[in-house]
């Protein structure tokens, strides 16, 4: 597969002193939808300015479309649009100068044909003469979209798009984010909204404390981290699990009604048939019973979590 974006063994040391990105390595592939996930802080924001050229590294490299962010800017620059996380543009504006303004930043000749598709793409050409000041929150976010599209680049950085959106707008944005890679575009996206990934990444990577923890292709990550959870409830509560039953992997809730058993999706022995035959010799009778699979979400936070845990003991051993 063909990458798009190189980034090797970069490094951030802000002039304070703080370490926000650590031997990061990463290809992105062309014409994929690329999640960068991580808690606040982890790095996401940093990653994303190198790579477009706002901030410096401190080591490393990195190519955009093969030319070097740092020595061969306006050329790497060129092949890429950045939408931010804040709405920043001239509110007394029309739509249409805006746009075409943008495009004229990257020294591109214009070319108005290309404006009107884009615009058309958007859904913003019937409001291509309103000022600014009189779009709606979603419209104002597309024409982010579409300015950081007007040099045609083949890049596309969202950093968190769909914050505080509501879920109708969200579907649109994913929507149309599907549909820019269809047209070729390769997309990258920042995002504290897990399903946001889950729903339209190709891939995840998964940012903590600088470091690039992980990179898969997301299904084969549900596949391969993701477990499988039956939930019993039973018909009458129990104070504790009984001993006959203390050898699987069981778990009652604190109201003593409900018994989780967790299993993994790959092995193909789920024990479940041994489960309810144990159920059934202990007397344990039970009203519903229900699976559930583990989400995107689920591996997120248990990776982190399990990341602060490492951090943690690290830090005390070093004490
Ligand atoms: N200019 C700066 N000078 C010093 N430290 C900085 C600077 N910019 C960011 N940092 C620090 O680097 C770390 C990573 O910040 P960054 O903005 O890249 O995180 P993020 O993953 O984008 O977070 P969020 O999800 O909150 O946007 C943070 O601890 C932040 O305080």
Same mark, same amino acid.
């Given at each position: 597969m063909?990458?798009?974006?190189?980034?090797?063994?970069?490094?951030?040391?802000?002039?304070?002193?703080?370490?926000?990105?650590?031997?990061?390595n990463?290809?992105?592939h062309?014409?994929?939808?690329?999640?960068?996930l991580?808690?606040?802080?982890?790095?996401?924001?940093?990653?994303?300015?190198?790579?477009?050229?706002?901030?410096?590294?401190?080591? #490393?490299?990195?190519?955009?479309? %093969?030319? &070097?962010?740092?020595?061969?800017?306006?050329m790497?620059?060129?092949?890429i649009?950045?939408?931010?996380?804040?709405?920043c543009?001239?509110?007394?504006?029309?739509?249409?100068?805006?746009?075409?303004?943008s495009?004229?930043?990257?020294?591109?000749?214009?070319?108005?044909?290309?404006?009107?598709?884009?615009?058309?793409?958007?859904?913003?050409?019937?409001?291509?003469?309103?000022?600014?000041?009189?779009?709606? %929150?979603?419209?104002?976010?597309?024409?982010?979209?579409?300015?950081?599209?007007?040099?045609?680049?083949?890049?596309?950085?969202?950093?968190?798009?769909?914050? #505080?959106?509501?879920?109708?707008?969200?579907?649109?944005?994913?929507?149309?984010?599907?549909?820019?890679?269809?047209?070729?575009?390769?997309?990258?996206?920042?995002?504290?909204?897990?399903e946001?990934?889950?729903?339209?990444?190709?891939?995840?990577?998964?940012?903590?404390?600088?470091?690039?923890?992980?990179?898969? &292709?997301?299904?084969?990550?549900?596949?391969?981290? %993701?477990?499988?959870?039956?939930?019993?409830?039973?018909?009458?509560p129990?104070?504790?699990?009984?001993?006959?039953?203390?050898?699987l992997?069981?778990?009652?809730?604190?109201?003593?009604?409900?018994?989780?058993?967790?299993? &993994?999706?790959?092995?193909?022995?789920?024990?479940?048939?041994?489960?309810?035959?144990?159920l &059934?010799?202990?007397?344990?009778?039970?009203?519903?019973?229900?699976?559930?699979e583990?989400?995107?979400?689920?591996?997120?936070? #248990?990776?982190?979590?399990g990341?602060q845990?490492?951090?943690?003991?690290?830090?005390?051993? %070093?004490?």
């Amino acid at each position: 597969m063909n990458s798009i974006i190189s980034v090797s063994d970069l490094t951030k040391t802000y002039s304070g002193g703080f370490t926000a990105l650590k031997n990061v390595n990463l290809d992105i592939h062309e014409g994929e939808i690329f999640a960068l996930l991580g808690p606040n802080g982890a790095g996401k924001t940093t990653l994303i300015s190198i790579i477009c050229g706002i901030v410096n590294p401190s080591s #490393g490299s990195v190519r955009a479309d %093969g030319h &070097d962010v740092v020595r061969d800017y306006r050329m790497a620059r060129e092949k890429i649009g950045l939408v931010p996380q804040e709405l920043c543009t001239d509110s007394f504006e029309s739509v249409l100068a805006t746009v075409k303004f943008s495009r004229g930043l990257f020294g591109k000749a214009p070319d108005p044909g290309y404006i009107e598709r884009l615009l058309r793409q958007l859904s913003l050409w019937e409001k291509r003469n309103s000022r600014i000041m009189a779009l709606s %929150g979603g419209m104002k976010r597309r024409l982010m979209i579409a300015k950081a599209l007007s040099h045609e680049p083949k890049i596309l950085f969202l950093d968190e798009p769909t914050a #505080g959106v509501d879920v109708e707008l969200r579907q649109d944005m994913w929507s149309m984010v599907r549909e820019l890679r269809e047209s070729g575009v390769t997309v990258i996206l920042t995002t504290h909204y897990i399903e946001e990934a889950e729903e339209m990444a190709d891939r995840v990577g998964v940012i903590n404390h600088g470091r690039l923890v992980l990179v898969e &292709d997301k299904n084969t990550l549900i596949k391969r981290m %993701g477990n499988k959870e039956l939930l019993l409830h039973l018909a009458e509560p129990l104070e504790r699990l009984p001993e006959s039953l203390a050898d699987l992997s069981l778990e009652l809730d604190e109201s003593g009604q409900q018994m989780v058993y967790r299993f &993994d999706i790959q092995s193909g022995e789920t024990g479940i048939a041994n489960l309810l035959r144990k159920l &059934d010799r202990a007397e344990i009778e039970f009203r519903d019973l229900q699976t559930r699979e583990s989400s995107l979400e689920d591996i997120f936070v #248990g990776l982190v979590r399990g990341e602060q845990k490492e951090n943690d003991r690290a830090h005390g051993a %070093g004490e």
